[in-house]
């Protein structure tokens, strides 16, 4: 009944859907990985990055490259805040003070948008650049490739940065001990920093990508998202950023084949299809696809 | 003096793990802290690396007060400890462990050192590609000593080298600590096995719960009758 055509155009969407999964599931993996927190706050960061973006091209009229940046460096200086504020007295306490403060902080921005933004979802414009449509096998738009090239950019970088690069070894470090990496001089405060900076300023920039690709913005944008995302570090393996990255792209398809390839009135079922796969890697494999075996 | 301390009380949580404790450490010196289990020996060692803080007392280290300074602050000022159990970053590489042992030096002081320690430890450099955690028991204590002495230590601290590890690798690691010794480090051994300590330290404290009880250099504490009784058999 479909083409190959048909099947090439689904999986193209599903990778550029998992890649903003896979984006926003790195950076939870990474500070699960260094504080053991599942970080709900997370999901702010997209609604944050989508406002950051929208207000400076679409009302200060900025060039596109430097909104880019300043939204990247605004997720940054927010993580950094959030971890200096919220998370870093926390440390070293029970477990759930520090989850229950990221749900805290995520409702808290939501609502902190809500109040001072809109509680009405914004249109939101590319730049006419972004939506070229490009018809060739498959159709997509230029903001289609924009994604996936920024998200194989950032992963490069990312893996670059955690083998090569000293603080990056210590985020390696840190996530086997803290005792340790503090005895051997590692300033274990400011490497926690500088992983909250790096995980917000990627999820500051899913958000662009999630507005550009839907064509809508709004203060809850970000709940879902960040959900799926940990759904995402759980069926790759918690604790494996490579295991994050693969559940993000795993979850992208699914969701897309949902829409895709099942009959029409399943596809309001795509996020319970997520669950549902998640119950039953939990089931099969507890410690998610290439989790480390834990002892329990 | 290099490293003098006054009166501390170490705890964990209320409970006082040492109590009344002063003693001084010459440079160059090797000095033995020996004792049985839960004698307060590795307590001392830690709050000297600066994982415990003292409640009560003082630390000086080159005549400044050190007392409350955090443990990666002592990295720079030359204060390393080789933890007991090794406590390497087993899931990164031989490389990987020695560059966060040089964390406050930047990547050309890093290159510079690495030959050094390749030239002490050559069975690193053999290994050094290889993830921490898959090396034997004894190179394992060996990059734990080059971890430590990457970040160019005056002080090194030792907490029981030679635990959980076979008697001709034990004799290994001693081999290494007269070496580490000759390049001008001043060590605080800590050790249960006090028949090896004797032979390498030139000043031992003896701790018993949590006190100090005998000091004295080895020779002497040799023929002390109740050391003889207590430790030696």
């Keep these: 009944m479909q083409g190959a055509s048909y099947i090439y155009q689904q999986i193209f969407n599903g990778i550029v859907l998992g890649s903003i999964y896979a984006l926003l599931a790195l950076g939870m993996a990474l500070i699960y990985g260094i504080l053991g927190l599942i970080n709900f706050a997370h999901g702010a960061l997209i609604t944050i990055g989508a406002f950051c973006f929208y207000f400076l091209l679409f009302k200060l009229h900025l060039p596109f490259v430097l909104v880019i940046i300043l939204t990247i460096s605004l997720g940054g200086f927010v993580g950094f805040l959030l971890e200096a504020i919220g998370y870093r007295k926390l440390r070293g306490g029970p477990g759930p003070s520090l989850l229950i403060t990221s749900l805290g902080i995520y409702i808290f921005i939501e609502n902190a948008i809500k109040l001072l933004i809109s509680p009405q979802p914004y249109a939101f414009f590319n730049p006419p650049f972004l939506n070229r449509v490009i018809n060739s096998f498959i159709t997509f738009r230029v903001i289609d490739i924009f994604i996936i090239i920024a998200t194989i950019v950032i992963m490069i970088c990312f893996a670059l940065f955690v083998k090569r690069n000293k603080i990056g070894m210590a985020m390696r470090g840190i996530a086997e001990s803290v005792e340790t990496a503090g005895l051997v001089g590692i300033n274990v405060n400011q490497v926690i920093a500088w992983s909250f900076v790096v995980a917000s300023a ?95 | 003096m290099l490293l003098k301390i006054e009166k501390i009380e170490v705890c964990y949580g209320i409970i006082p793990a040492v109590r009344n404790l002063s003693l001084e450490v010459e440079e160059g010196q090797i000095v033995a802290l020996v004792g049985a289990n839960g004698a307060g020996k590795s307590t001392t060692l830690k709050a000297l690396a600066g994982v415990l803080h003292p409640r009560v007392g003082k630390i000086f280290y080159n005549d400044k007060d050190i007392t409350q300074l955090s443990a990666y602050r002592r990295v720079p000022i ?94 290994e690691v001693y081999k290494v600590i007269d070496k580490i010794r000759l390049t001008g480090i001043t060590i605080v051994l800590v050790e249960q096995n006090i028949k090896m300590a004797m032979r390498i330290a030139n000043y031992m404290y003896v701790l018993e719960a949590g006190e100090l009880t005998i000091q004295g250099e080895p020779l002497k504490l040799m023929k002390d009758e109740n050391i003889k009784k207590a430790y030696l058999g």
């Design chain 2, 78 to 171: 030359g204060i390393a400890l080789v933890p007991e159990g090794r406590q390497l970053f087993s899931t990164l590489s031989v490389k990987e462990n020695l560059r966060l042992g040089a964390y406050h030096s930047n990547d050309k002081e890093f290159k510079e050192r690495l030959k050094e320690i390749y030239s002490i430890f050559p069975i690193i450099e053999e290994r050094k590609n290889q993830i921490a955690g898959t090396l034997s028991g004894g190179e394992q204590q060996m990059l734990a000593f080059g971890r430590a002495i990457i970040s160019k230590p005056k002080l090194l601290l030792l907490d029981e080298p030679s635990l959980g590890l076979a008697p001709l690798i034990i004799k």
């Design chain 1, 202 to 296: 990627i999820a500051a920039l899913t958000g662009f990508m999630w507005g550009a690709k839907y064509g809508q913005i709004s203060y809850d944008m970000g709940f879902m998202p960040g959900v799926i995302a940990f759904v995402a570090v759980v069926i790759g393996g918690i604790g494996s950023i490579p295991g994050a990255v693969l559940g993000g792209f795993l979850i992208g398809l699914i969701q897309i084949f949902t829409v895709g390839f099942l009959p029409l009135g399943w596809s309001v079922y795509r996020d319970a299809i997520v669950f549902t796969l998640l119950i039953i890697v939990l089931l099969i494999k507890p410690t998610g696809i290439l989790g480390r075996k834990e002892s329990i």
